[in-house]
């Protein structure tokens, strides 16, 4: 078993749309404590509810950690708001990508 992270393709057709940790794993070569500490210190793309306990990975969240691990800035905010129609939306900001916590 090789310990290189394997490539997301950018084509629509190319995987899921949500990475389950198991996944996110084997694509990052990273371990699970790893991942978490990484989301903690917001170097590593925040899973989202995929409804009851289940959890994922977003893709394109994935893909851009890939292209830049050491780049990668976590959002900076993530708010709900409603819509027109009433739903619940959220609003998210990107960070300053200039910021870097010292």
Same mark, same amino acid.
């Given at each position: 078993?090789?310990?290189?992270?394997?490539?997301?393709?950018?084509?629509?057709?190319?995987?899921?749309?949500?990475?389950?940790?198991?996944?996110?794993?084997?694509?990052?070569?990273?371990? !699970?404590?790893?991942?978490?500490?990484?989301?903690?210190? %917001?170097?590593?793309? +925040? $899973? /989202?509810?995929?409804?009851?306990? =289940?959890?994922?990975?977003?893709?394109?969240?994935?893909?851009?950690?890939?292209?830049?691990?050491?780049g990668? !800035?976590?959002?900076a905010?993530?708010?709900?708001?409603? %819509?027109?129609?009433? +739903? $619940? /939306?959220?609003?998210?900001?990107? =960070?300053?990508?200039?910021?870097?916590?010292?």
């Open positions: 078993m090789s310990n290189k992270p394997e490539n997301i393709s950018s084509s629509p057709d190319a995987g899921p749309a949500f990475y389950r940790l198991a996944d996110v794993i084997r694509i990052t070569a990273l371990s !699970r404590s790893t991942i978490y500490r990484r989301i903690a210190a %917001g170097e590593f793309p +925040a $899973q /989202v509810s995929l409804g009851g306990r =289940a959890t994922g990975w977003r893709r394109e969240a994935l893909k851009t950690w890939l292209n830049d691990p050491t990668f !800035r976590a959002l905010t993530c708010e709900r708001r409603h %819509g027109t129609s009433g +739903a $619940q /939306v959220r609003h998210v900001a990107a =960070a300053d990508r200039a910021f870097r916590p010292g």
